[in-house]
């Protein structure tokens, strides 16, 4: 079992800034995927960006220019800096970690970006 603690969701002004950290606990593989994904209320849940344990990125396109995901793999920490944010940036973010077969996710923080 994979046990994933979100921090660092809150209130900030559109154009400010807010840092995500995950912290992975438990039965971790060498090889896996740690991502962000969000939900905003009345949408379905959607990817914000992913890293391999390799390093490897990828960002949805809303987010490209603007938000960075890097991750520690001592700590099997990942974070996820959001820069130049929106309102339309407003949602539960969600941790996941894949690693074959098994996803797991993390409960949720609220970001919310004011007008």
């Known amino acids: 079992q994979v046990r994933l603690v979100e921090s660092g969701g809150g209130l900030v002004q559109a154009g400010g800034s807010l840092r995500l950290s995950c912290a992975a606990s438990?039965?971790?593989?060498?090889?896996?995927?740690m991502g962000w994904y969000r939900q905003a209320p009345g949408k379905q849940r959607e990817l914000v960006a992913t890293?391999?344990?390799?390093?490897?990125?990828n960002y949805a396109d809303s987010v490209k220019g603007r938000f960075t995901i890097s991750r520690d793999n001592a700590k099997n920490t990942v974070y996820l800096q959001m820069n130049s944010l929106k309102p339309e940036d407003t949602a539960v973010y969600y941790c996941?970690?894949?690693?074959?077969?098994?996803?797991?996710w993390g409960q949720g923080t609220q970001v919310t970006v004011s007008s």
């Open positions: 996941n970690l894949s690693q074959r077969p098994y996803a797991y």
């Open positions: 438990g039965s971790i593989f060498s090889f896996n995927i």
């Open positions: 890293i391999t344990s390799a390093g490897s990125t």
